[in-house]
């Protein structure tokens, strides 16, 4: 049975930061893309940020660039989200997402495998 689990999420104040977990058990890992997704109160589920399988290719969402910083550690079978200078805006719940043999694609409807999501809240 797969199973992702996040963890690592808070209430932070803006320009804080915070580093999100994803541990991830059931599947092969490394054969996996990985990705990161969020969703505020009211708003549509939007991606931010991907990591490739094979040679760990990274993507992000324009309003993260610079900012947020997506990493993988095959040995643990996690992936890594950290976030800087956190705004109010990036409030949501953070959820990631396995795609086999994916390139961290910013489509959802590509990764098979969700977790439950972390709720982050950035207070201004």
Partial sequence: QVQLVESGGGLVQAGGS????????GLTFSSYAMGWFRQAPGKEREFVSGISWRRGNTYYADSVKGRFTI???NAKNTVYL????????????????????????????AYEYWGQ????????
């Fill in 18 to 25: 915070l580093r999100l977990s994803c541990a991830a058990s």
């Fill in 71 to 73: 990493s993988r550690d």
């Fill in 82 to 109: 950290q976030m800087n200078s956190l705004k109010p805006e990036d409030t949501a719940v953070y959820s990631c997402a396995a795609d086999l043999y994916g390139l961290g694609t910013r489509s959802g409807i």
């Fill in 117 to 124: 999501g972390t709720q982050v809240t950035v207070s201004s």
